[in-house]
């Protein structure tokens, strides 16, 4: 359970939240929403203990499990199975247990043999007491359902793409979710930040049934509305203008109507209430004009300021970023030509062979299953890695902009105007400036590190650096991930209406259909074909 207490949030100077108190319980599953930058990640980074509030208290008892968007992993060298299974400690035992099993056959004499037989019984005692090997298949079955194959989970994370690893992550709260689900219902405290990113239909299907089956407190942050209409019992919505969070006891569906009911009611008390108010007003002008009736006048005037204090605020409405991509410099009929590219990590072969020619204002998507190299082919492209066999040749004119879906792009350590600085360091100071208030940074935010930003914040910085950069040639990466639906929206206005050629990475359909593609190509094969609708079915899968 967690409790917050007058609780007081802020980014730099900004008040995200003010004397609020928030409760989590064993059965609540509630969806936390607000627009891209009202601090809902904030918010829940500060309930997982991952960051501290401006002032208020907060009390957690219990377990708790923390998605964050970002995951940081500590140890990239471990493989992903002993880092789901480390969420409840078999993974150390496991290799306790292979150690003395191997000792027990070396030693000769039967005193050492008869020490490790017995450590060997007293971990396999602790191992069963913790679910044993039923408990190992039930990591392994949580990991297949987040689509994480048995040849992905054998892998060091190192290895691993960034949404592999979030999905390792994901996986690891889950099974030790699994494991503290008890009768009284008082099983672990979910804190989840974007979940579905990165999983394909399947897997959204099951985490919805996995979430909606959690007898311990959840809460999520999505944009996907599916989930949250299948999952959530409660909402609460975080308005960035009054700094508050308005707690709705309901599902999704009677949430939506309920708010739109009061935003009726609001804007219906203030029109009567403003109509009252200048009546008032006008008559205590007229009545102001006699000395007898001057106190008679100020009171009015006080009934009618009075009748406007007592209102609830009219909620604003969401500022949306306008959101464009770059006029493309001039460039050759050919930008950039790929040939023979080949990768592997290790003894493991992400793709070979693959080939690809990108016309100038072209249209590419490529698919493949989760783990078919689809980053490392764009992160091979745009030169942040090298292949090793096959060669990317740039032709006359290339300029390249990237979108990386873990925003690797952005030095977390720099302040917003830094970033955008770096990435356009010949615009003048004052272009860039109205081009960040476009995407809606503006004043003290410019110096606000890049690293305290959300997600969608994060991704509207990225889509910054990118409209400085007149690239001719787009790389995007999943670019509508942790965005809003209004500002998805720009971002596909956007991609629709790009002169300039891009190779699209996306489980998003609606991404798809915006870019209107000519090609595919599908990994790990590196197969190249014309496009069609019937691949549309695919891309959710991919």
Known sequence: MITATDLELRAGTRILLSDTTLRVQPGDRIGLVGRNGAGKTTTLRVLAGEGEPYAGTLRRTGELGYLPQDPREGNLDVSAKDRVLSARGLDQLLR???????????????????????RYGRLEERFAALGGYAAESEAARICA?????????????????????????????????????????????LLLDEPTNHLDADS???????????NGGLVVISHDVELLADVVNKV???????????????GWKRYLDARAADEKRRRRERANAEKKASALMQQADKMR????????????????????????????????????FPEPAPCGRTPLTASGLSKTYGSLEVFTGVDLAID?????????????GKTTLLRLLGGMEESDAGE?????????????????????????WQNVRHAAPDTPEQQLRSLLGTFLFSGE???????????????????????????????????????????????????HSYAGAVVLVTHDPGAVEALAPERVILLPDGTEDHWSPDYLELVQLA
């Open 236 to 250: 609460w919505f975080l308005d960035a203008t009054r700094g508050v969070v308005d707690p709705y006891n309901m």
């Open 360 to 372: 100038r204002g072209s249209r590419v998507v490529v698919l493949g299953l989760n783990g078919a």
């Open 445 to 495: 935010q410019l110096d606000q590190p890049a690293g305290t930003l959300s997600g969608g914040e994060k991704t509207r910085l990225a889509l910054a650096g990118l409209v400085s950069s007149a690239a001719n040639v787009l790389l995007l990466d999943e670019p509508t991930n942790n965005l809003d639906p209004a500002s998805r929206e720009r971002v596909l206005e956007a991609l």
């Open 145 to 189: 359902n987040l689509g994480l194959a048995d040849r992905v989970l054998a892998q060091p994370l190192s290895t691993l793409s960034g949404g592999q690893r979030r999905r390792v992550e994901l996986s690891r709260i889950l099974f030790a979710a699994a494991d503290t689900g008890g009768s009284d219902g008082t099983g672990t405290t």
């Open 96 to 118: 306790d247990m292979e150690k003395a099993q191997s000792a027990m056959s070396e030693h000769v004499d039967d005193s050492h043999r008869d020490r490790e037989i017995r």
């Open 289 to 324: 004009a006699k000395a007898t009736k001057a106190v008679a006048a100020q009171n009015m005037a006080k009934r009618a300021e009075r009748l406007l204090s007592g209102l609830e605020e009219v909620r604003q409405g969401d500022k949306v970023a306008r959101i464009r």
């Open 392 to 416: 990317v040749v740039p032709g006359h004119g290339l300029r390249i902009g990237y979108y990386a879906q873990e925003h690797e792009t952005i030095d977390h350590e720099a302040s917003v």
């Open 204 to 214: 959204i299907t099951w985490l919805r049934g996995f979430l909606k089956g959690h």
